[in-house]
């Protein structure tokens, strides 16, 4: 019987597998093995063999059996992790101890394959690597995967060890925060929403401090500033409650945040790190004794240091597991002259200066230069270190942010300086930031192992995100790419305006261009359609950013209204770029979410602009359409019944301010037509006092000069509103009216002659 399966087997020896390849599965025919994994296998692996049976079925059409290592070993088999018949099959003992929570060995020993791997996520790790690697199955993102249809899964003699370069591997990136995408790419971050199956997470930050800014969470202002402003920093002579940091020198700073911490990791213990760090500001304390400890130090992480380690001595007593991480941030970047982090203890560096159109080693940027001096003072007295890196444009996500050829040389840089957890933040809020699926999934590629090939792995991914659509997707990234490659340009930075940058109108027109050849070479392709037109969003975001911007028109005194209309262009880009944030369904424009809904309300407007009004040569303008300065200070809107709308603006007598406005940007006029333009205002007199009641006019801020005005006394105006002419001429858009309190004298302690004054409205009228 034996003989003759053998026979037959070899008769039916298809050719496409070499006589080297062991065979997994092959279209049509009955599983040619089995997976076989341990009897107690802890829930990642069981999932690792769900896994490689759930895509080998997908590939090939064939449903290999699942069996444990209870039942006698198949003759053909792929053996995932550590199983009785390891070292039988090995011929010697596995030792995958040594490979780590996340490391794997892949070797082949005649017709049994074997994963070997740890329990946590090495088991499935190395059958992601399988699977990618033999069976050519891609993960981009959590709604693209390529699974080709293949009429046999094969693999070839191998034997192969993976570790990887980081412990704590973080692509900061929305899409990659979906636990399967994270898994099957090999990222562990603690964002990725890793289940029991995905191994979970090994690096925990604990106590519900999260990794930065904690002052405030372990000393509050709220609570100590009022008896102990001691407790805050000194700055300019004075103890901050707002926007401060602490007194790292006060002893009973040190007793309130170990007591907190220490508090904490009772409460929630088991976590890897717990974070004690500064706030987001600068503010650093200045008294006597901070300063001597930074002044010898030469860093204010002189302070920051000592500080931080006696807490990490105190929390080891109890925990000598735990690490205290800290940033080594802004002012306290700087590795201090003699004082040295505890074994304990672990600074975070963060990149937030530097430029990122080049790696930090190859940036001719002073930051870049500064930056490597630290890292390097750092990796050489800690014994861990975190690094906190920025991969997209926080002022705009979806601005065209050209960092990709610098990735790769920022992490192989980290990990020759040591660095073992490794943060790589990118838009974290939502979909389609600029190449966002490329970037994490490149990011997850070099955290494993940052010496993989830069070009096989953009051809990959533009292969197979864009299909037919790759030439012109790749054509328009190596033009966006190549803006920044020259290094005396100006430096790519985290918070760069696509107005302001050194991409130009004409680029954007190319790239709308290959942008819509792009979505023309996949129009039958709708998951390839989506992933073109998606790409294009930046592209159509910064054109949108860079239009003129126009003010909205609130006062409408023009015979020809549609002069005043939004142009057509920007008016189809808002409605295009609408449309495809829905499509999209989950996109965030910008990190700051005020800045997220201007920008999307501009669109909105622009996109169903209100019904223009009828001609018309006179209209009235209400208080409420004026802008008023210092608003609370020199003037507010208040009730007033005896104006038509029931408000009015009220200037108060305190100034004498041109405070409130209105410019003609925001009027619809007929150029070169004069008008005439009155106001309704009531000054409320103090009683027995003369002088100059309030004064109004038209100034053409261009070229500096008044087109008319009035200045009544006190003693030309009545009680009550009344209606004063102020100018008669011709408008500009830079022109704007205004209107303050009457003059006075202030030297001597003199007062306004008026208790103050109200402006019910304006009334604008054509004269010719
Ligand atoms: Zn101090």
Known sequence: ???????????????????????????GQPAACTIVRPAAASPSQVYAAEELQRFTEQMTGVKLPIATDEAPLPARSVVLGDTRFTSEVLGGPAEVKGLGEDGFRLVRRGDRFLVLGGPVRGTLYGVYELLERFGGCRWYSSWHSVIPRRDAFTVPTLDETQKPAFALREPFWFDMFDGDLAARN????????????????SYRFGGGLGSCHTFDALCSPEVYFAAHPEYFSEVNGKRLKNHTQLCLSNPDVLRIVTSNVVARIRQDPGAAFYGVSQNDWYNYCTCPACKA??????SHAGSMIAFVNKIAEAVEKEFPEVTIETLAYQYTRKPPKTI????????CLCTIECDFSFSIPASAFKEDRAFMDDIRGWSAICKRLYAWDYTTDFRDYTSPFPNVLALQGNVQFFHTNRV????????????????AELK???????????????????????????????????????????????PAHRPLRIFDDPRHTALTDDFYARASGLWQQAEAAVKDDPARLYNARLGAFPVL???????????????????????????????????????????????RLSENSGRHDEVLAHWKALANPPALPAPQTRAFVEDKLLSLSNRGTWGDTVADPLCEDGSAMKLYNTHYEWCATLPFSRVAFDPGRKYRLRARVCVEKEP?????????????????????GIEPKTSEVGDGYAWYDVAEWAPERDHYFWIGPGRFDKAGGATSAIKGMRIDKLELIRLD
């Not at 019987?1 to 496409?16: D, Q, S």
């Not at 009641?693 to 261009?702: I, L, Q, R």
């Open 293 to 298: 400890i930074d002044d010898a130090e030469e």
């Open 440 to 486: 994490a999934w490149l990011l997850a590629k070099w955290l494993w192992n940052p010496d993989l090939p830069q070009e096989p792995l953009l051809q990959d991914f533009f292969n197979g995100y864009y299909g037919a659509a790759a030439p012109y997707a790749r054509t328009y990234f190596d033009a966006l790419h190549s803006y920044y490659r020259d």
């Open 340 to 347: 040295r982090p505890r074994a304990n203890v672990m600074p």
């Open 688 to 708: 027995g006092k003369e002088g100059e009641a309030f004064w109004a006019g038209v100034y053409d801020a261009k070229n500096r000069r008044a087109c008319g």
């Open 1 to 27: 019987m034996k003989r003759l399966l053998f026979f037959a087997l070899v008769l039916t020896a298809p050719a496409w597998a070499p006589a080297q390849e062991l065979t997994l599965a092959a279209r």
């Open 541 to 587: 975001y910064a054109r949108m950013a860079r239009m003129p911007a126009s003010e909205e028109i609130t006062v409408w005194v023009t015979e020809n209204p549609k002069r005043y209309e939004a142009p057509a262009e920007p008016r189809a880009l808002a409605a295009e770029l609408l449309k495809r944030f829905e499509e999209a369904g989950n996109i």
């Open 186 to 201: 090999k990222v562990n971050g603690n964002s990725m929403r890793l289940s029991e199956k995905h191994g979970g997470h």
């Open 420 to 435: 073992d957890y490794l943060f790589e933040q990118g838009a974290y809020q939502g979909r389609h930031g600029d190449f």
